[in-house]
């Protein structure tokens, strides 16, 4: 176990240096960053390992601003529309792919397997404006972009609006939650679509498999309802096959939510990488690639911690490996 520990933690560290390379060279295409490069192309590299390691991302050069700043103020849009739509995602998804599975030679089974073949393939960018157009000529209260209505102010507390204006105090607040809410639901709706439908699928096949197994099979025989069944043993082999899924689907989300931020202004990281693109802000996009690679590689952290404590399986491969 401990032999497998270390070796997750040298994988770590072997992505955080190769990403470190690419933040690098992207941050040496700017010529005002040419003096690193002196007398080699490498000599500048630890220097700019170590102002990473102090948490000193730099400054954009449109602007001057402080890109640890400007970080927190991006980061945390993305990953609320990110969060939700994952949140939704799950909330919708797991009863599909279990109603699915049960009901397979019936009507319902064959709709939900036909819609979640379909949603995996449906593109978020050119789903997004259409539904934004049609919310805006139904006069729809979602019809809106941004993260909520400038005439409000919010306190940047967490970053996370949705949380954020809880802590507002006055007394239009419930309007002000209200109009977070309806910023917040459209573009959650459009980023959760292909998330729905994968795990949906996830949970199917699994369900599937898990029902048949002889012991399953056995249960039915006894006259064990679909519920007991459900509760006894599809729960518990369903849900922690998908933690292994989770980092996968998480980067899948965060890239397609990085996609969709302009079409609804939402003021997330991705928007900010594109506009630094166009500005050819070097700094900008070398910290902000350093930003978003670190998040994934602490999901996938988080997801083999996860699946080590929950799942069995998992703690005998830990242990196999040792």
Same mark, same amino acid.
């Given at each position: 176990? @401990?032999?497998?520990?270390? !070796? !997750?933690?040298?994988?770590?560290?072997?992505?955080?240096?190769?990403?470190?390379?690419?933040?690098? $060279?992207? /941050?040496?295409?700017?010529?005002?960053? $040419?003096?690193?490069?002196?007398?080699?192309?490498?000599?500048?590299? /630890?220097?700019?390992?170590?102002?990473?390691?102090?948490?000193?991302?730099?400054?954009?050069?449109? *602007?001057?601003?402080?890109?640890?700043?400007?970080?927190?103020?991006?980061?945390?849009?993305? %990953?609320?529309?990110? +969060?939700?739509?994952?949140?939704?995602?799950?909330?919708?998804?797991?009863?599909?792919?279990? @109603?699915?599975? /049960?009901?397979?030679?019936? @009507? &319902?089974?064959?709709?939900?397997?036909?819609?979640?073949?379909?949603?995996?393939?449906?593109?978020?960018?050119?789903?997004?404006?259409?539904?934004?157009?049609?919310?805006?000529?139904? !006069?729809?209260?979602?019809?809106?972009?941004?993260? &909520?209505?400038?005439? +409000?102010? #919010?306190?940047?507390?967490?970053?996370?609006?949705?949380?954020?204006?809880?802590?507002?105090?006055?007394?239009? =607040?419930?309007?002000?939650?209200?109009?977070?809410?309806?910023?917040?639901?459209?573009?959650?709706?459009?980023?959760?679509?292909?998330?729905?439908?994968?795990?949906?699928?996830?949970?199917?096949?699994?369900?599937?498999?898990?029902?048949?197994?002889?012991?399953?099979?056995?249960?039915?025989?006894?006259?064990?309802?679909?519920? =007991?069944?459900?509760? !006894?043993?599809?729960?518990?082999?369903?849900?922690?096959?998908?933690?292994?899924?989770?980092? =996968?689907? #998480?980067?899948?989300?965060?890239? +397609?939510?990085?996609?969709?931020?302009?079409?609804?202004?939402?003021?997330? #990281?991705?928007?900010?990488?594109?506009?630094?693109? $166009?500005?050819?802000?070097?700094?900008?996009?070398?910290? *902000?690639?350093?930003?978003?690679?670190?998040?994934?590689?602490?999901?996938? @952290? %988080?997801?083999?911690?996860?699946? +080590?404590?929950?799942?069995? /399986? *998992?703690?005998?491969?830990?242990?196999?490996?040792?």
């Amino acid at each position: 176990m @401990i032999y497998a520990l270390f !070796r !997750r933690i040298f994988l770590a560290f072997i992505k955080v240096f190769l990403l470190s390379l690419v933040s690098y $060279s992207i /941050f040496m295409r700017d010529p005002s960053n $040419s003096a690193f490069s002196e007398p080699h192309f490498y000599s500048g590299y /630890f220097a700019y390992v170590s102002s990473l390691l102090q948490g000193d991302l730099g400054i954009t050069y449109n *602007g001057g601003d402080s890109l640890n700043s400007v970080i927190l103020t991006v980061l945390p849009p993305t %990953l609320e529309l990110s +969060f939700v739509a994952i949140f939704l995602a799950f909330l919708f998804a797991v009863p599909l792919g279990l @109603i699915g599975a /049960f009901q397979r030679n019936t @009507i &319902y089974g064959k709709t939900i397997n036909a819609l979640s073949s379909f949603g995996v393939s449906v593109p978020v960018f050119w789903i997004a404006p259409i539904l934004l157009y049609l919310a805006a000529v139904n !006069r729809w209260e979602i019809s809106a972009v941004g993260q &909520y209505n400038a005439l +409000f102010e #919010i306190q940047n507390i967490t970053g996370f609006a949705i949380i954020d204006v809880w802590f507002v105090d006055a007394p239009y =607040r419930i309007k002000i939650i209200q109009n977070v809410l309806q910023h917040l639901i459209l573009p959650a709706l459009v980023l959760m679509i292909s998330p729905t439908m994968e795990i949906t699928q996830l949970v199917k096949q699994r369900t599937e498999w898990a029902l048949s197994q002889n012991y399953v099979k056995f249960s039915m025989t006894r006259g064990w309802s679909n519920f =007991r069944i459900l509760h !006894r043993y599809m729960l518990r082999n369903t849900l922690p096959f998908l933690i292994p899924q989770l980092p =996968r689907l #998480i980067t899948f989300v965060l890239a +397609f939510s990085m996609l969709i931020e302009s079409t609804f202004a939402w003021p997330g #990281i991705g928007r900010w990488l594109i506009l630094s693109v $166009s500005q050819q802000d070097y700094n900008s996009i070398a910290a *902000g690639v350093i930003t978003i690679g670190l998040f994934i590689i602490t999901v996938n @952290i %988080l997801a083999d911690f996860c699946l +080590f404590i929950l799942d069995p /399986f *998992g703690k005998k491969g830990w242990t196999n490996n040792a």
